[in-house]
């Protein structure tokens, strides 16, 4: 079974930057894509970026092209998210999230970490 | 931009069908994902590539895919259905995940 454990909550300043951490076990870690997709409280679902060990391929989502990094460590089955020049508007939970079920050219999201709350407040 | 078109609210009676659709441009070209959603919860796969149901989903949520139009399908709606769905798709010209706004299912 796959577990994601994500890092605790965070308040940051407006202009500062984040990195936030997942734990991932219960899989072979290179064989796992790893996103990141946040919720806005009260909103819907947006994905962020993310990677896919199987074919090396990186993708960010055009509204955050140049805010946001994500990176791995396989020696510690750790994903990691950066965002940086937070608004108010970052204010959000989220979430990493991995597939193992689909045979889509690119995968659902099986499986949700607990979520993170950043809260960007003066 | 790919844009998933979903009605922001769906009401239906317990026992009956609830039927959720989610619209765009030859989607039944892509493969569909969707989710449920219920309050301070985090998001849980129902369906995957279009119809097909992870382990512990029960039978009565299915899914269909064809032309501009994709659909959940709920068989006798019981209260603890009521959440927000959300469908979701690849889109390889943009090479980005789109989600859907949303649909709020309530339950009478």
């Known amino acids: 079974q796959v577990q994601l454990v994500q890092s605790g909550p965070e308040v940051k300043e407006p202009g500062a930057s984040v990195k936030l951490s997942c734990k991932v076990s219960?899989?072979?870690?290179?064989?796992?894509?790893i996103h990141w997709v946040r919720q806005a409280p009260g909103k819907g679902l947006e994905w962020m970026g993310g990677?896919?060990?199987?074919?090396?391929?990186?993708f960010y989502a055009q509204n955050f092209q140049g805010r946001v990094t994500t990176t791995e460590d396989t020696s510690t089955e750790t994903a990691y998210m950066h965002l940086s020049s937070l608004t108010h508007e970052d204010t959000a939970l989220y979430y990493c999230?991995?597939?193992?079920?689909?045979?889509?050219?690119?995968?659902?999201?099986?499986?949700w970490g607990q979520g993170t709350l950043i809260t960007v407040s003066s | 931009s790919y844009v998933l078109t979903q009605p922001p609210s769906v009401s239906v009676a317990p026992g009956k069908t609830a039927r959720i659709t989610c619209g765009a441009n030859n989607i039944g070209l892509k493969s569909v994902h969707w989710y449920q959603q219920k309050p301070g919860q985090a998001p849980v796969l129902v369906v995957y590539d279009d119809s097909d149901r992870p382990s512990g989903i029960p039978e009565r949520f299915s899914g269909s895919n064809s032309g501009n139009t994709a659909t959940l399908t709920i068989d006798e709606v019981e209260a603890g259905d009521e959440a927000d769905y959300f469908c979701q798709v690849w889109d390889v010209d943009t090479t980005s995940y789109v989600f859907a706004t949303g649909t709020k299912v309530t339950v009478l």
């Open positions: 999230v991995t597939g193992v079920l689909s045979i889509a050219a690119k995968p659902s999201f099986d499986y």
């Open positions: 990677f896919d060990h199987e074919d090396g391929e990186r």
């Open positions: 219960g899989y072979t870690f290179t064989e796992l894509p």
